[in-house]
C-alpha cells in the first residue's frame, strides 16, 4: 500500500462516526429498547419511563410526540409495541425478519420506511476475499405522535443523529416527519462517505492494472470488488423511487416544509447512484483491460515458447539424421565430422535466435 493510501484510510478512520456510548444497544427499558424519549416542542422532556408512559404523557396533552429507538427486536418484544401503536401486522413482520429492500409504505395512517444502511469495511490490502461494503437495515414507523425507528446490524447507530436533531429544537419541533428525513439524511450522508472510500479501492485496483508490476491474478480482486460494489448498488439505487415519493407526494404525516429538505435527500442520493454507475463501468473497462492485457502475456509466451522450439529444432533435426545408422553417409568418418557438425548446429541457432529477437519474439 502507497504512502497516500495509507493517509487517505487514517483519515477515514479519524473522521468516522464515534460509537455512541450514551444509547446502549441494551438498556433497563427493555431487551431491544435503546431509547424512549418524548419531545415537546422540538425539547426533549427528562424523565425516564416506560413505553407506555411516555405514549400516555403525549396523548394525554395532544402536543409532542415519542420516539422509540430499537435494536433488533425479537418478535415477542415487537408484538407489544405493534398493539401498543396499532402497526400492521405485514410491516411489523418486515422490520422483525429485515432483508427488506428500501421502501416507503403506508398501512393505516401509519407510514413504514425500510433504508439499507452501509459501512465500509478498512483492510490494509485488497484482495480476493476482502470484505469491503458491510450492510445493515434501519426502519421507522412514522405516526401523528410516534416515531419507533428498529435497526438491524451492528453498524448505523443512531445516537449521534438524536443528539443533533436535539440541538435543533426548531426543525424537531416540526414532528416525527422532521425525525424520518434527517434518518433518511444520515442513511445518504453515509453512502457518499462510503463511496468516497471506495474511490480509493478502485484507484489502487487501476494503479495495479496498468502498473509497471502488473499481476496477472488481479481478475480475482477485481471481481471480489466488483461484487461488493453490486452490493453498495443494492443498497443505494432501489430508495431513489421512496425519496421521490416523500419529496413530491402529499402525503398527510410528513410536514409540507419537510418535504423540500426530502428533494435535497433525493438529489444527494441521485449524485451517489450516478457515482456508483460511473464505478462500475471503469471498473468493466478495467476488467477487459486487464483480460486483454493477460491475453497479450499469454501470445508473448507462446512466441517465446515457439521461437525457442523453432532454435530446438536445428539441432534435432542434424542429430536424428546423423542418428540414422546408415554405412555411408558424408563425414560421417572424417576426423573433423563431429566438430563440424556442432559448428553449423551452433551457428544456425546463433543466426535464427538474432532473428526473432529482431522481430521482437525473444
Not at 272 to 279: M, N
Request: with cysteine; charged share 25%; net charge negative.
Amino acid at each position: 500500500m502507497s504512502m497516500i493510501q495509507r493517509l487517505r484510510s487514517a483519515v477515514r478512520r479519524s473522521y468516522r462516526r464515534t460509537v455512541d456510548l450514551s444509547h446502549p444497544a441494551r438498556s433497563p427499558l427493555g431487551s431491544s429498547v435503546v431509547n424512549c424519549v418524548v419531545y415537546l416542542d422540538g425539547v426533549r422532556r427528562s424523565g425516564r419511563g416506560s413505553v407506555e408512559d411516555a405514549l400516555r404523557q403525549v396523548r394525554r396533552t395532544g402536543e409532542g410526540f415519542v420516539w422509540i429507538g430499537l435494536h433488533e427486536p425479537e418478535e415477542k418484544e415487537l408484538a407489544g409495541l405493534a398493539e401498543l401503536f396499532g402497526l400492521h401486522p405485514l410491516a411489523v413482520e418486515d422490520a422483525v425478519h429485515a432483508h427488506q429492500r428500501p421502501k416507503v409504505e403506508e398501512y393505516d395512517g401509519v407510514l413504514f420506511a425500510v433504508f439499507k444502511t452501509v459501512r465500509y469495511v478498512d483492510h490494509e490490502e485488497l484482495t480476493a476475499t476482502s470484505e469491503v461494503v458491510d450492510t445493515g437495515e434501519l426502519m421507522a414507523f412514522v405516526g401523528p405522535d410516534f416515531v419507533i425507528t428498529i435497526r438491524h446490524g451492528g453498524h448505523g447507530s443512531l445516537g449521534p443523529l438524536r443528539e443533533a436533531l436535539e440541538a435543533l429544537p426548531e426543525q424537531l419541533a416540526k414532528g416525527p416527519s422532521a425525525v424520518l428525513h434527517a434518518v433518511a439524511d444520515h442513511v445518504v450522508d453515509d453512502y457518499l462517505a462510503v463511496a468516497d472510500a471506495v474511490r480509493d479501492d478502485l484507484d489502487a485496483i487501476e494503479n495495479a492494472v496498468f502498473g509497471e508490476h502488473a499481476d496477472r491474478r488481479d481478475a480475482g480482486r477485481i471481481y471480489q470488488f466488483k461484487r461488493e460494489l453490486l452490493e453498495l448498488r443494492r443498497a443505494v439505487a432501489p430508495l431513489g423511487r421512496p425519496l421521490q415519493q416523500l419529496a413530491t407526494r402529499p402525503i398527510p404525516l410528513v410536514d409540507p416544509d419537510i418535504r423540500a429538505y426530502f428533494r435535497d435527500v433525493a438529489d444527494h442520493l441521485s449524485r451517489v447512484t450516478e457515482q456508483i454507475a460511473s464505478y462500475d463501468t471503469l471498473l468493466d473497462s478495467i476488467l477487459q483491460a486487464h483480460l486483454a492485457q493477460v491475453t497479450v502475456a499469454q501470445n508473448e509466451d507462446m512466441r517465446k515458447i515457439t521461437a525457442w522450439a523453432a532454435i530446438v529444432a536445428v539441432p534435432t533435426m542434424v542429430c536424428g539424421v546423423y542418428g540414422m545408422n546408415f554405412d555411408h553417409m558424408p563425414e560421417l568418418r572424417w576426423t573433423y565430422g563431429y566438430p563440424l557438425v556442432l559448428a553449423v548446429i551452433a551457428l544456425a541457432c546463433f543466426v535464427i535466435h538474432r532473428g526473432f529477437r529482431r522481430n521482437g519474439w525473444l
